[in-house]
T-cell receptor, first 115, second 112 residues
Framework: EADIYQTPRYLVIGTGKKITLECSQTMGHDKMYWYQQDPGMELHLIHYSYGVNSTEKGDLSSESTVSRIRTEHFPLTLESARPSHTSQYLC??????????????FGSGTRLTVV | AQSVTQPDIHITVSEGASLELRCNYSYGATPYLFWYVQSPGQGLQLLLKYFSGDTLVQGIKGFEAEFKRSQSSFNLRKPSVHWSDAAEYFCAVGALDNDMRFGAGTRLTVKP
């Protein structure tokens, strides 16, 4: 049973379109993340958030933006999609209640294809 | 800088055989170590984690992993593989949440 939800699961869109990938979690976790996953490559962190009104860029340069207006919601937006944005996008959350890192809970991902 | 290496891109084992997936890491401090599994079309699921204490940790689905500081390794093992274990496995290292590094994954195929 998923506690973190990503929509859509699959998206094919034309170049230049604006898209928003949705991510919601029901666990009340403060910390949320967006990763980009390509076959045979390590996962790359593109954005993260420590809580409401907190957003940071990750180590992978990305043309996307994120927002965190509510604890449970962490959408990712591409203002103008390009074929180079074709990838799988994974959302995750964590709740290190006493500090440290107890692992992430991941959504099922959005597979984006830009044609 | 921290990094994770999974030397095996793809491993094939027969059902019922034992399994070991290798993970080597580079980290400047005491690491938090993780193994995740990803089934096709799904996100990653946490199998097990190591923070401190006993270097042999047990996880879900019958998996275990052993932390060896001297070898900078955290190999994943299972005594008897089931067909449902076919998936991609990711090792990860980190301490701070935004400091997590994932390996490139090892794809496991299980032969009948």
């Amino acid at each position: 049973e998923a506690d973190i939800y990503q929509t859509p699961r699959y998206l094919v869109i034309g170049t230049g379109k604006k898209i928003t990938l949705e991510c919601s979690q029901t666990m009340g976790h403060d910390k949320m993340y967006w990763y980009q996953q390509d076959p045979g490559m390590e996962l790359h962190l593109i954005h993260y958030s420590y809580g409401v009104n907190s957003t940071e860029k990750g180590d992978l340069s990305s043309e996307s933006t994120v927002s965190r207006i509510r604890t449970e919601h962490f959408p990712l937006t591409l203002e103008s999609a390009r074929p180079s944005h074709t990838s799988q996008y994974l959302c995750a959350s964590s709740d290190p209640a006493s500090g440290g890192n107890y692992g992430y809970t991941f959504g099922s991902g959005t597979r984006l294809t830009v044609v | 800088a921290q990094s994770v290496t999974q030397p095996d891109i793809h491993i094939t084992v027969s059902e019922g055989a034992s399994l070991e997936l290798r993970c080597n890491y580079s980290y400047g401090a005491t690491p938090y170590l993780f193994w995740y599994v990803q089934s096709p079309g799904q996100g990653l699921q946490l199998l097990l984690k190591y923070f401190s204490g006993d270097t042999l940790v047990q996880g879900i689905k019958g998996f275990e992993a052993e932390f060896k500081r001297s070898q900078s390794s955290f190999n994943l093992r299972k005594p008897s593989v089931h067909w449902s274990d076919a998936a991609e496995y990711f090792c990860a290292v980190g301490a701070l949440d935004n400091d997590m590094r994932f390996g490139a994954g090892t794809r496991l195929t299980v032969k009948p």
